[in-house]
Structures are given as structure tokens and as C-alpha cells.
């Protein structure tokens, strides 16, 4: 039975944002639920009026301040079964590896990136592109995990493992000059067809042709094209 008096979920991406909406209403009889979407939302004297028992990050880009984790239960989820897979870009590094299962761990924020105690953890299919997967994601998040963690006041538990740790990948590492085969190029392109993320290409001395919508048929791969001109040609173009 949920008992508790005041959450706060900060997110972005719409369809957090939609879901969010969603629990909210659910749950309106037994909890008062803040929806924050913006950085400049977060802040302190916010949270101290408020008073949340906890503060849920299902997808969040900027850094949490000290002074909300370390006096109010923050809590984030990550795309992998920590302490394996600590650091960015964790999608991309799961399929980059091969991984078709993962697991989203609810945990702490600390100091420390990734290193929380564990709330609790819950599998994730990984087919599909980004934005599917993470729309999967958030709806466990969603329906399972946040209320799970409100209706059990789970006591967190400290990690358990060998600690691997991913490398935030860069906007240039989207080119698919260097891969191989046809699976690689097709994983290539889905795990980065996602709102926010610069998409697989290739570039000419004149074109950047973006991949996207990636379908694997048993002869080859059907994907939509975008061609641009390059920044400077177009800048040429222009004048």
C-alpha cells in the first residue's frame, strides 16, 4: 500500500514524459506526484518545499546536485546489470557487444557514477531501435519498477561483481567506415535511430548520407537515406 506523501520524477524524452503523466494519475488518491522536464526545475529550494520521500531520474541528462542526493533518496536507472556496464552511452555499448538482454538497474545516486546500491533490477529486450527500446524501457520503468520501489520501501543493497565500466561514445564513432558484415552495419544503424542521437553515416568529400529506420532482409539492408551537404560546402553554397 503506498503510504507516502510526495514523489518527484524528473525526466525528459516524451514518452517518459507521457508515462509519468500516466503514473501520476494512478496513483493521485495515495501520492502527490511533481513532474520536472527542465534542468532549471531541479533545484534546491524546489525540492525543500516539496519535501519528496523520493526523487526517481528515469532519464535524465545533467548532473544531480550533492546537496538533493545527499539529504533526499535519489534514484536512477541504468541500461545494464550494474555493476557491469558503468558509464555512457549504455545501449549502444550493449549492442556495439553483442548483447540482445540487459538489465535496467533501479539505483542510488552516489558521488560516484553508477555505483549506488541496487533498489532492484528488471530484464530488457534490446531488438529494435533506440527509440523502441527505449520506449520498452520506460514502460517497465514505469508500470513495474517505480511502483514496486513505493509499494515495498525496498532497502537498496550494494553492488555485487566485477565492476566494467563503458566509455561515453563520441559523435564521429556513428560513421560505419570499418564494419564488416551486414549484422554490424544493421545493429550500427538501429542502436542509434533515436531522438537526441547523431545518426550512422557515411561521408563523401561533399555529402553526409544518414542511415535510419534500418530493416534486415535476408539478401541486404533497407534503410531510409537523408543526404546533406557537408558544413562547409554548404556554407559554400550559401554564399
Not at 12 to 21: D, G, L, P, Q, V
Not at 57 to 75: D, L, T, V
Not at 94 to 103: A, D, H, N, P, S
Not at 140 to 155: A, C, G, R, S, Y
Request: charged share 30%.
Amino acid at each position: 500500500m503506498i503510504k507516502i506523501k510526495t514523489i518527484i520524477i524528473a525526466t525528459i524524452k516524451s514518452w517518459n514524459i507521457k508515462n509519468a503523466e500516466k503514473l501520476a494519475q494512478t496513483i493521485k488518491d495515495k501520492t502527490n506526484t511533481k513532474i520536472i522536464t527542465k534542468k532549471k526545475e531541479l533545484t534546491v529550494e524546489t525540492i525543500k518545499t516539496l519535501n519528496p520521500e523520493y526523487i526517481f531520474f528515469p532519464h535524465w541528462s545533467w548532473k544531480i546536485p550533492e546537496a538533493i542526493y545527499a539529504n533526499y533518496p535519489c534514484i536512477v536507472f541504468h541500461m545494464t546489470d550494474l555493476p557491469f556496464g558503468r558509464g555512457g552511452s549504455p545501449l549502444q555499448n550493449l549492442i556495439v557487444r553483442g548483447y540482445k538482454q540487459t538489465k535496467i538497474s533501479a539505483i542510488k545516486v552516489v558521488e560516484a557514477m553508477d555505483a549506488g546500491e541496487v533498489y532492484l533490477k528488471e530484464e530488457l529486450d534490446l531488438h529494435g531501435t533506440a527509440d523502441e527500446i527505449f520506449m520498452r524501457a520506460s514502460k517497465i520503468v514505469f508500470e513495474k519498477m517505480i511502483p514496486q520501489i513505493l509499494e515495498n520501501k525496498i532497502t537498496p543493497k550494494a553492488q555485487q561483481g566485477e565492476i566494467t565500466t563503458f566509455k561515453r561514445r563520441r559523435p564521429d564513432e556513428s560513421t560505419i567506415e570499418g564494419l564488416q558484415t551486414l549484422e554490424q552495419l544493421y545493429d550500427h544503424i538501429r542502436m542509434l535511430d533515436g531522438e537526441g542521437y547523431p545518426k550512422a553515416f557515411i561521408e563523401t568529400e561533399h555529402f553526409k548520407i544518414e542511415l535510419s529506420r534500418a530493416s534486415r532482409k535476408p539478401d541486404g539492408i533497407i534503410a531510409d537515406v537523408k543526404i546533406v551537404l557537408k558544413k562547409a560546402h554548404r556554407e559554400n553554397e550559401d554564399n
